[in-house]
């Protein structure tokens, strides 16, 4: 299974913005062909699909985070982000990526992280 690394987290206050970057460790592995997403999960949550980028560059979001989040990807870079603006306290997780077939990363095909922790606070 590929092995994906996430990075980009850290302490914001609401309001505030951060962009997570997402690329497989290695560089055998390309996401050129693949649908790539942004999970998170929260303390005592289950973990949630919160954005995905298909290989042509059709993405989906959930509702929670729609135009509020940015997903994109950097096929060059074998990189992807997610630019995440207006942050709620309720955007507090570790945010995780995965890589799939299709639009709802079922199933998803790399191994989970450690994931890069978000948390939004005054």
């Known amino acids: 299974q590929v092995q994906l690394v996430e990075s980009g987290g850290g302490l914001v206050q609401p309001g505030g913005s951060l962009r997570l970057s997402c690329a497989p460790s290695?560089?055998?592995?390309?996401?050129?062909?693949?649908?790539m997403g942004w999970y998170r999960q929260a303390p005592g949550n289950q973990r949630e699909l919160v954005a995905t980028?298909?290989?042509?560059?059709?993405?989906n979001y959930a509702d929670s985070v729609k135009g509020r989040f940015t997903i994109s990807r950097d096929n060059a870079e074998n990189t992807v982000y997610l630019q995440m603006n207006s942050l709620k306290p309720e955007d507090t997780a570790v945010y995780f990526c995965?890589?799939?077939?299709?639009?709802?990363?079922?199933?998803?095909?790399?191994?989970w992280g450690q994931g890069t922790q978000v948390t939004v606070s005054s």
């Open positions: 995965n890589v799939g077939y299709n639009i709802r990363l079922q199933p998803p095909l790399g191994s």
């Open positions: 980028i298909t290989s042509g560059g059709s993405t």
């Open positions: 290695g560089s055998i592995f390309s996401i050129k062909i693949y649908t």
